[in-house]
Structures are given as structure tokens and as C-alpha cells.
């Protein structure tokens, strides 16, 4: 068997592709370019609209350019919770008597904050003071109409109906059929003109034990949270997007009314509609409603810059559970010209079977049950980390990952990567684009987050070509410069013993 013909055969195959992939790219920008309206308000609430009448439904994505990053020591967790309080109505959904409840609600707050200062000085009044707010509280909460939005939403025949807060951004989505747009238009100009924070304090609860779960209770989040913590010093990338406990316990419903005046501002929000519409029937009902919102200065950039890291960190968290191994380097914004380089990395590095991880650490060596990396922990808006993990098999340790993982950076660093390794990377990420537009779904969330990104959803489309333009040499210099000891932080589980079951106590008699 001649392999050097296979081999150039698999090339030139490969190399194919990634020309069709191009061409595909290039036309699809252009019928895109066809069917897409930009449209911003006055107000500066941006709209993106992609007339695609496959079926006669639409999706939209709703971006709000607030995360965690935006967040404060005292209000962490502050963005996801007003995600939650988005679902919870508005004056004229969710409320049984709007103008009692507003009362209630106020007199609530009034109590809560007066409870809060006791509790925070150590004032003796404070259990008499939590006492009033539980009544206010009740009295409140029962006004509410809890899942109205959703009952209606689901109702009218809606689906997919979600919403994600991470550290770079908030978003909403759902799909509706098309002739409840107008519907779609007054319930999402609605719940962010005039939101209601309706059974807070309650909801808060909800949030306290999510993160009991999410971090609290599970081995990998309790070392993730300490891990972000440790690389990064300055930057609010070190703070857990539910928050932290304390904060948890303490923000209040004034602290939500600030925090959404201040980052809701239509000039912050990018709304991408995709579906059986058509931009000339819709838009006036677009301005109609969503031009209601009234316009307030978008908040200022983030000022923190996180300093270049110094020396190498490592954390160990001892634990009765599997061992895991992971190291980060810090790395520029996905908005970088490198970033493109870093999808190469990361295909070469562990993408599926035929990656580098794969088959030394898995199926060689047999020392990890699975290995990995990405480019973006814990997001991408702003410089973050670039990791490498694994999970040790057993009878393996996370020395015996660690050190196989540190030939394969240097094999990175020393070595090219091969020309089927380039090809098949450039493949795989233009195709994962391509595929994230097949639903109007992918297609929504799409272009709400890159236009959020770039000021222009057409970079989705140009990212193609980017990829495209990586060389080896380009990854030999990114992981040479980036990948380096005084740039590292290291984390682990390491495995300790569960503690013995303490002796049943003696018997105080015998009983005869």
C-alpha cells in the first residue's frame, strides 16, 4: 500500500472541503446580505431581521451586553437574578391587583432594608426586624400571579422558552408562530419597560440553592470557583455568576432596580429575528413598541484590566472523589486576531479520536478516561484563560496526566502541526459556523452574539476567513508565547479517603 498516496489523497480531499466551505461561506453571506434588515431605534435598541420562510414561525434572541463582569463585590450574582425576575411579568401580567401590590411591594423593601442594616451592624433588633419583613413579604407575595408570562407564552405556542445569563452576556429566546408577532412585540418591550420585581426575596431563595447545587455540592465547581479566583486577581472574571453566598443573602431589590437601569438601556441590547417574517410588515411594529423603552446612556465600558500574570499558581482541593486535573493560561479576547489560532489549538489539541489528547492520554497511554481544552473559561468578551484538563483513570494520578499533557504543549511549541492536522481543523470550525445557521435558532442566537461582539453580525461570516489564513507557524507562536510556566494555573482534586464511620457508642446497659 503506498500510505504517502492515501496520504495526499486525504489532503487534497480535505483541502477541498475547506474550498467548498469558503465558496458556501461566501455565497451565504451574500444571500444573507439579501434577506437581512439592520434596524436601530431611536432609543438605540438594535434589531437584526433575517427573513427565512422555511415555516411559518420566527425565533428571536435578545442580547443584553451584561454578565457577571459587570457585577461589584456586594451584588455578585445580581445579573442572573434579574434574568429571573425578567419571567415574573409586569404591571399588567402577573398581578392580581397591580396598584395594592405595588404598596406591598414597597413596604416590603422598606422593611427588608431596615432588617438588613440591623443584621449588618448586629443590632438586637434584628430578628424582631426580619419578623416584619417575613409579614410584608407574605402580604406581597400574594398578589402575584406566579408563571403568568410563561402561561401565556406557552399558551399562544411558544417554544423554547429560556434565558442564560454568563459572564460576557444576559439573552432570551423563544420561538413563536408567526402571527402572534405582535404578541412577541408587547410582551418583550413590556417586561423590560416596566419590570416588576415580584416575589424577590422568594426567587432569591431559588438562586441560594442553584448554587448549592451548581458549586456547593459537586467537587468540580467548588474547585472551579477557587480556581478563577486564584487566576485572576483584579478582574471580575474571578467571580462566580450565581454569586456569592453572602451577596446572595444580602441584595435587595434596590440594588435590581439600579442594576437594571443601568445596564438595560436599549443602546446595551441587540434583538436578531429569524424566521417568516419580512422586515417591511414587521418593523413598524417593532418601532411601535419596542421604541417605547425609553433611552438612557449605555453603561460605561468596564475599566478593570486583568495585570499579566507573574508567576505560576496551584490549587488542590482534597476530596473523597475522582481525581481531575486542569491547568489555564491567560490568553487575549475572542475578539483578538489570534482567536482563530486558538480553534486550530484547540481541534489539534482534543477534538474527538484523532486528537493529540485523545490518543496519548486515552487510548495510548491509558492514563485519562478523558482529556480536553477550550479557549474562552470562564468567557471571551473580555481576556481570559485558555485550559487543558483531564480525568484520570484509575490507578492514575495527576502527576501522570500532567506530565503527558506538557509533552504534547511542547510537541505544540516545537513541532508544526501537520498539514491533515491544519486542514482538518480548518474544516471542522468553518463547518461547526456553518451548522450553528441551520436552525433559526443557532441562527438567532448567531448574530445577536456576534453583533453584540463586533458591532456586526457580517464578522460571523468573515470568521471563516480568518480560519482560513491560520498557518502552523501561527500555532507554534501563540502557544510559544502564551503557554509558559509564569503564565499557569493549576487545579486539581486530588483524592482523599472518606472519613471512617465513628464507633457506635457502648450501650449504657445490657438489656436481659
Known sequence: MNRNFWRGRALACGLALISLAAAAAAQDLAEFERRTTVEVLDNGWTFVIVERPVAPVFTFATYVNVGGAQEVPGITGLAHMF????????????????????????????????????????????DRLYEEFKQREEEANSYAESGAFDEVLTREGATGLNAFTNTDFTGYFYSLPVNKFELFAYLESERFLNPVFREFYKERDVVQEERRLRTESTPVGRMLEQFLATAFVAHPY???????MSDLQSFTITDAREFYRRHYAPSNMVTAIVG????????????????????????????????????EKTIVLED?????????????????????????????????RTSRLYRSLVRDQKIAVSAGSFSSLPG???????????????????????AAIRDEIERLKSEDVSD????????????????????????????????????????????????????AADV?????????????????????????????????????
Open 83 to 126: 434574568e429571573h425576575m425578567a419571567f415574573k411579568g409586569f404591571p399588567n401580567l402577573g398581578s392580581k391587583d397591580y396598584a395594592a401590590e405595588r404598596r406591598a411591594i414597597d413596604a416590603m423593601e422598606e422593611a427588608y432594608q431596615a432588617y438588613l442594616g440591623a443584621r449588618l451592624t448586629g443590632s438586637e433588633d434584628a
Open 238 to 244: 474571578k467571580q462566580p455568576v450565581v454569586g456569592y
Open 276 to 311: 417568516d417574517v419580512r422586515a417591511d410588515q414587521v418593523l413598524p411594529v417593532i418601532r411601535r413598541y419596542f421604541g417605547r423603552v425609553p433611552a438612557r446612556p449605555a453603561p460605561p465600558p468596564l475599566r478593570t484590566v486583568e495585570p499579566p500574570q507573574i508567576a
Open 320 to 352: 473523597p472523589a475522582q481525581p481531575v486535573y486542569l491547568e489555564g493560561y491567560h490568553k487575549p479576547a475572542v475578539t483578538h486576531p489570534d482567536q482563530p489560532v486558538w480553534e486550530v489549538v484547540d481541534d489539534v489539541f482534543s477534538a474527538g
Open 380 to 402: 471571551g468578551k473580555y481576556p481570559g484563560l485558555w485550559i487543558t484538563f483531564a480525568f484520570p483513570a484509575p490507578g492514575s494520578t495527576n502527576e501522570q496526566v500532567q
Open 420 to 471: 491533515e492536522e491544519l486542514a482538518r481543523a480548518k474544516t471542522r470550525a468553518k463547518a461547526g459556523l456553518l451548522r450553528s445557521l441551520r436552525s433559526n435558532f443557532g441562527m438567532a442566537n448567531s448574530l445577536a452574539r456576534w453583533h453584540t461582539l463586533y458591532g456586526d453580525w457580517r464578522e460571523l461570516f468573515r470568521y471563516t476567513d480568518r480560519i482560513e489564513a491560520v498557518t
Open 476 to 512: 507554534r507562536r501563540v502557544v510559544t508565547d502564551t503557554l509558559v510556566p509564569a503564565n499557569r494555573t493549576i487545579g486539581m482534586i486530588v483524592t482523599r479517603a472518606p472519613e471512617p464511620a465513628p464507633e457506635p457508642a457502648a450501650a449504657a446497659g445490657s438489656a436481659r
